[in-house]
């Protein structure tokens, strides 16, 4: 079996762990419950934006770096973002200039928009998500993105057909490679404990200044699944990375496994960071 640690060092070997949030459009309520509820731990975030919000301006600029943001583009049919794939690109450099790091809406993608995100300044993504898998590796896209997939998602784990508890997938929490978690602050702020619980009371979520009747569930939800995540991972002696760090852990530790990623296999883009940076790696 091949040393997968000559290409991508320690998240190969061990477990690596990144907490991250798709904002999508969650009201300022919801946001502020996700941030308080996420900050008590103390370990730096991800964010993934979609539109205005100055709570989350605040977080990214005032608390060093223990909050991170990229983009959340919308490229799906009728998006507020834009029509075209252009438009939804300079929507998001318009809002959020400089990011790094993108993970599309519904995980939304084709070889279009993948070139437009490298040519945007787009050099990694966490899309592709799993049902909790372990031993997830990186990979790198024709384009140079470096694709970092997910190991839990909130709304499919309160979807799928086991109970929606961190005792289902224990087993490949702790084992090596990426442990990216994501977590809508909408769900976190409304302790959704299912689909048919948020579908049922979504009309009282958006657009309002605080939650509506019955919207909050007083039950176990998906604030509850954060908190035990978060405790089993740091119970056991980890900690949690920043999305950023890990991926420039992961940009430099191609550089000792050329023969691995042939730098001619990649696309020809003029103005691509992601290329760049995988380029300009000898």
């Not at 991170?68 to 998006?79: A, T, Y």
């Not at 994501?182 to 048919?196: E, I, Q, W």
């Not at 992961?250 to 003029?270: E, F, M, T």
Request: glycine share 8%; aromatic share 10%.
């Amino acid at each position: 079996m091949p040393d997968m640690s000559q290409l991508w060092g320690r998240v190969a070997t061990e477990p690596v762990f990144v907490l991250t949030a798709d904002q999508d459009w969650s009201p300022e309520w919801a946001i502020a419950a996700f941030l308080e509820r996420a900050g008590k731990w103390g370990q730096p975030f991800h964010v993934f934006r979609t539109s205005p919000s100055a709570l989350l301006d605040e977080a990214v600029q005032m608390r060093n770096g223990a909050v991170e943001q990229g983009w959340h583009p919308n490229f799906m049919p009728g998006s507020s973002h834009g029509a075209t794939i252009d438009e939804v690109v300079q929507y998001c450099q318009r809002l959020f200039p400089g990011a790094r790091t993108a993970r599309a809406h519904c995980f939304a993608e084709d070889s279009f928009r993948m070139r437009a995100l490298a040519k945007a300044g787009i050099v990694a993504d966490s899309q592709n998500p799993t049902p909790c898998q372990g031993y997830l590796l990186p990979m790198v896209h024709p384009t140079g993105i470096l694709r970092l997939p997910v190991y839990f998602e909130d709304d499919i784990a309160f979807d799928a057909m086991g109970e929606f508890t961190v005792d289902v997938f224990l087993q490949s929490l702790l084992t090596p490679g990426l442990k990216i978690l994501n977590f809508h602050p909408t769900f976190v702020g409304c302790n959704t404990p299912s689909l048919a619980h948020y579908n049922s009371v979504r009309d009282r979520v958006f657009g309002t200044p605080k939650p509506g009747e019955g919207v909050i569930w007083g039950g176990r939800g998906t604030a509850n699944m954060l908190d035990e995540l978060m405790g089993e991972v740091l119970m056991a002696g980890y900690r949690f990375d920043s999305l950023h760090s890990v991926v420039d852990e992961l940009l430099k530790s191609v550089d000792h496994a050329p023969h691995l990623l042939p730098r001619g296999s990649l696309l020809r883009l003029n103005n691509s960071s992601a290329v760049t940076e995988i380029r300009k790696i000898r």
